[in-house]
């Protein structure tokens, strides 16, 4: 892993956000120049790799990397509303760690995703999107709420 939350300067090219769920990961990309992130896909993850192993979901998501030319991948932990890390940030570190092995050279970073998932869900909803089909696309929605709030802080920032 190369960063935490915030890398210097903005360098032009497209990112990855992810969103790791214990079932899927979500994903989702922005335009070259950072401005709008969207979905990509909803990967199902892969609980059954061996140790020397890589994970189907993450060979994926280094597929993607690579479809895309993306020049980041931005993960989104889960902190608690009192900025505390949990169990789930715990197991988001360690599913990064790994992750960073897969897509190097690329860097991957760590964003505060506080709510994205009750955030995609709810925006889902005021659309009409609900049940299953909701289900099916909250993985993908909370994954453009992550990188787009990554995006959005690096323009504050520069």
């Known amino acids: 892993m190369q960063g935490e939350s915030v890398t210097q300067g903005f360098t032009r090219g497209v990112r990855l956000g992810v969103d790791v769920g214990q079932v899927r990961v979500g994903v989702a990309k922005c335009d070259p120049d950072g401005i709008l992130a969207s979905p990509v896909v909803t990967v199902a993850r892969d609980q059954q790799a061996d140790g020397d192993k890589i994970p189907a979901d993450m060979a994926e998501l280094a597929r993607l990397a690579e479809e895309h030319e993306a020049v980041e991948v ?26 960073g092995a897969v897509v190097a050279p690329r860097p991957v970073v760590l964003s505060d995703e506080r709510m994205s998932t009750v955030v995609a869900s709810r925006r889902l909803s005021e659309r009409g999107v609900r049940g299953r089909r909701q289900r099916a696309v909250v993985d993908q929605a909370a994954a453009v709420e992550i990188l787009q709030g990554w995006l959005d802080a690096q323009r504050r920032q520069t």
Do not use: S
């Open 74 to 99: 931005v993960v989104g932990l889960p902190v608690a509303l009192n900025g505390r890390e949990g169990v789930a940030a715990g197991h988001v570190r360690a599913y990064v760690e790994r992750l």
